[in-house]
C-alpha cells in the first residue's frame, strides 16, 4: 500500500498542483508533464498515475516553501495545507 503524502511535509522533488480534467478540477500532491504530454501524478492518498493530453486541461503548481527550522518543504497556503492533512484517526 502506497505511503499517505502529507502536505506539511512533502517528500523531496514534488511538485503539489491543481489539474483540470474532464470530470472537473483535482488537487495532487505531485505533478511532471512528460515531454510526450502526458501526466504523471501523484494522489494524496501515495497512488500514482498518467493522465493523456487530450484528458488533461490546464495544471496550475501550488506554491510551496521552506519551513525555517527544519530542512522540510510544505505549501504555502494553510488552507490547502489543512484541506490535504491526513485526518487524525480517532481513538477510542
Known sequence: MPER????NLPSGYSPAF???????????DATVRDSGWLEF???SGT???VPPRECGRVKFIATEHVDDELRRRIADADI???YAPK?????
Request: charge should be negative; glycine fraction near 6%; charged fraction near 30%.
Open 19 to 29: 489539474i483540470q480534467l474532464s470530470d472537473g478540477l483535482v488537487c495532487v500532491a
Open 5 to 8: 503524502v502529507d502536505p506539511r
Open 42 to 44: 501523484t494522489e494524496w
Open 88 to 92: 487524525a484517526e480517532v481513538s477510542r
Open 81 to 83: 495545507r489543512a484541506e
Open 48 to 50: 500514482t498515475g498518467l
